[in-house]
């Protein structure tokens, strides 16, 4: 069980930046979460800051929990241990996720040789067989190639097969399928729903994906969860506006959106003045919005908006 | 007819004779978007590279406003012909302030602007004074995107081939961007060529559409054409 419990993160710089505001997410074992947003809405920052993997000038409060286990006051060897062996996170497969200068093959296996003592060849090997099992084709072909040769596609099914590769029990994905076209990003869904007993969450910006690939979906808008709940009922059913806002918009659904305003400047939340996030740019919005709500239940499913305000 | 090619191809250099763009014609008019639809490594984004002339074909030919061209291009077709990228961020400077990077379209081609006069300007692509004094990597891809339209925008090309402009960003942002080029596109009478691999955005934006396969370009007739 990982527990994301009110964790906040922020960026010490010259004007301070608060890039996940007062999250909390409980992920059961064999969970899958989508986290669906916008990009700068933290979904990213919110990710890495469960494996420490963000720059030094980020403040992170809160707490992290690996099974009772706080992972935000775990020491560098521990952490070692947890990355890749315990909790993976694939990261984008953009062109800087892979070493350029390593065959795909290695880097596949490395977290094998890394967690589990394998020596090279065994771990090449094991990397064969792990993208066999993703139906990359040409698997022995591929393990000698450099990641230049290979389709963001591949590269993303690569990245998937390299994160799963030591047996971790939890799998953070950013953005697997940003930018590719949509047969890829069914194979990338495939290659992610052969994973059946590991833990997923993963960060998306593409609805429709969310929905094939998990069982809950947590939207976040301006560092904040708004809304929480079965994949299917969001989908179907959305509460919040901006919910509703992305469903509408979505190409398949006829692109409905009328501008109504652009989101705040990404970060920049801190000198905003209170009250609901999303207020100038929502269709719903009453006088009550310049008041920050708070995440309301609604029948199990957790919304940040007013309307649902049971005292009303 | 604004644009124009003819029996245009790429060969890659020293990739086993790999054809990327095969003898395409394709024809744009004055005030329509085309769209360019086809999985990734169909040949659609060489063929906009060479459109925009940041890559020389091997053969065949290319006709702006009648006259023949080729990269680099000069003067009137350089202006003309402008690209708006996948991936925002390699439109800009990572070390400049945006404010730097948005001033630079009035400089190069000596347009009258002030300060305030930009920050008006700005505001209708949701950009503000707060986003000016930041670097690319403070900006979201969203932001970034709506800046690179912007900066194309101030100097009235006549032709933007859109190469997957919203691919990366999410479905909310993707409208916004599209109302952006509609209404520019009904006031100043501007040309796109939209290149993407998803067909309902294909189909709601353009005019007619090209169908790219193995660097084959054919034109699919039959469609209703409003937009």
Redesign the interface.
């Known amino acids: 069980m990982l527990e994301i419990n009110h964790v906040s993160v922020e960026f010490a710089s010259e004007n301070r ?1 608060l890039a996940v505001d007062d999250i909390s997410i409980r992920l059961p074992d064999g969970s899958r979460t989508a986290i669906v ?4 809405s933290g979904k990213s920052v919110l990710l890495l800051s469960i494996v420490r993997l963000l720059p030094r000038n980020a403040i992170v409060r809160g707490k992290i929990e690996l099974d009772g286990e706080n992972l935000l006051s775990a020491d560098k060897k521990r952490l070692q241990q947890v990355r890749g062996g315990v909790v993976s996170y694939v990261p984008q497969g953009g062109g800087a996720s892979m070493n350029p200068l390593l065959k795909v093959g290695y880097q596949v296996g490395e977290p094998l040789i890394e967690h589990k003592n394998y020596s090279r060849s065994q771990a090449v090997e094991a990397s064969i067989s792990l993208m066999k099992r993703f139906n990359l084709l040409n698997e022995e072909k591929l393990a000698r190639s450099y990641p230049h040769t290979f ?3 591949m590269r993303q099914r690569a990245m998937v097969a390299m994160g799963i590769a030591a047996g971790p029990r939890i799998i953070l994905a950013d953005e697997p399928t ?7 990003v069914r194979l990338v869904a495939d290659s992610i729903n052969m994973l059946k007993e590991e833990t997923l969450l993963c960060v998306t ?1 593409d ?1 429709s994906f969310a929905q094939a690939v998990s069982r809950d979906i947590c939207v976040m808008y301006a560092a904040q969860q708004v809304e929480f709940g079965k994949s299917e009922e969001i989908l179907n059913d959305a509460l919040h506006p901006y919910t509703r ?2 469903i509408n ?4 659904n006829g ?1 409905r ?1 009328d ?1 109504v ?3 705040p ?4 939340y801190l ?1 905003h003045s209170d009250g609901c996030r999303y207020r100038d740019r929502c269709r719903e919005r009453s006088e009550k919005c310049v008041i920050m709500p708070p995440v309301f239940d609604v029948n199990g499913r957790k919304v940040r908006c007013w309307k649902y305000d049971s005292a009303n | 007819m604004i644009l124009q090619t003819e029996k245009l191809t790429y060969k890659y250099p020293n990739s086993h004779g790999h054809t990327a763009v095969d003898q395409a014609d394709i024809s744009l008019h004055k005030g329509e978007t085309v769209g360019l639809f086809g999985e990734s490594g169909s040949g659609k984004s060489t063929l906009g590279l060479i459109l925009a002339g940041l890559i020389k074909p091997t053969s065949g030919m290319l006709r702006h406003n009648g006259e023949k061209i080729s990269a680099p291009y000069k003067g009137a077709h350089r202006r003309g012909i402008q690209i708006l990228f996948q991936h925002p961020e390699i439109s800009f400077n990572p070390a400049l302030i945006l404010l730097k990077s948005m001033t630079e379209p009035y400089n190069i081609y000596a347009l009258p602007y002030s300060y305030s006069s930009l920050l008006e300007y700005l505001k209708h692509y949701g950009l503000y004074e707060e986003h000016l004094y930041r670097t690319p990597a403070q900006l979201s891809g969203g932001e970034l995107q709506r800046a690179a339209l912007a900066r194309i925008l101030a100097i009235q090309p006549e032709v933007i081939v859109l190469d997957e402009p919203t691919s990366m960003l999410d479905v909310i942002t993707q409208v916004q961007i599209m109302n952006i080029l509609k209404d520019y596109q009904s006031k100043n009478n501007v040309s796109y060529i939209l290149i993407s691999h998803n067909r309902i955005l294909c189909e709601k934006m353009c005019g007619r559409i090209y169908k790219v396969e193995n660097g084959v370009f054919t034109e699919e007739y039959g469609r209703p054409t409003d937009k």
């Open positions: 930046v947003g916008e990009t700068g389709s963001g596609g940003k930018g590719l076209d949509d047969k890829r910006h609805m806002d992305i918009a979505m190409p398949e692109m959106y501008d305003g652009f989101a400047a990404h970060g920049s000198n």
